[in-house]
């Protein structure tokens, strides 16, 4: 059984920054593609970043390109969001996800097998 914890979600001032972290245990981290999703109040999942399993091939976002880096450490089983210069449309519950296919990170939520159960980021302006 795959399971996914996101932490380091909090509240902060529009221009600070969050990192967000995602450890994966159960099976090999190292074999997946990871991606990043967020949902904000009334509207609907959609996709930040992914990560590919090696870590060096990322996409992102438009909205937050520029802005947020998603990076993972395979020898720790985590996966991070870096977010600078946050906004307060940023605001959202964020949740990591796990795609099996680990080639290259996917846009489409359809692409992750596994999920964790988020965590909030408030951006106050």
């Known amino acids: 059984q795959v399971q996914l914890e996101e932490s380091g979600g909090g509240l902060v001032q529009a221009g600070g920054s969050l990192r967000l972290s995602c450890v994966v245990s159960?099976?090999?981290?190292?074999?997946?593609?990871m991606g990043w999703f967020r949902q904000a109040p009334g509207k609907e999942r959609e996709f930040v970043a992914a990560?590919?399993?090696?870590?060096?091939?990322?996409v992102y976002a438009d909205s937050v390109k520029g802005r947020f880096t998603c990076s993972r450490d395979n020898a720790k089983d985590t996966v991070y969001l870096q977010m600078d210069s946050l906004k307060p449309e940023d605001t959202a519950v964020y949740y990591c996800?796990?795609?099996?296919?680990?080639?290259?990170?996917?846009?489409?939520?359809?692409?992750?097998?596994?999920w964790g159960q988020g965590t909030q980021v408030t951006v106050s302006s």
């Open positions: 996800a796990a795609d099996r296919s680990g080639a290259y990170g996917s846009r489409w939520q359809s692409a992750y097998a596994y």
């Open positions: 159960g099976r090999t981290f190292s074999t997946y593609a």
């Open positions: 990560v590919n399993w090696s870590g060096d091939r990322t």
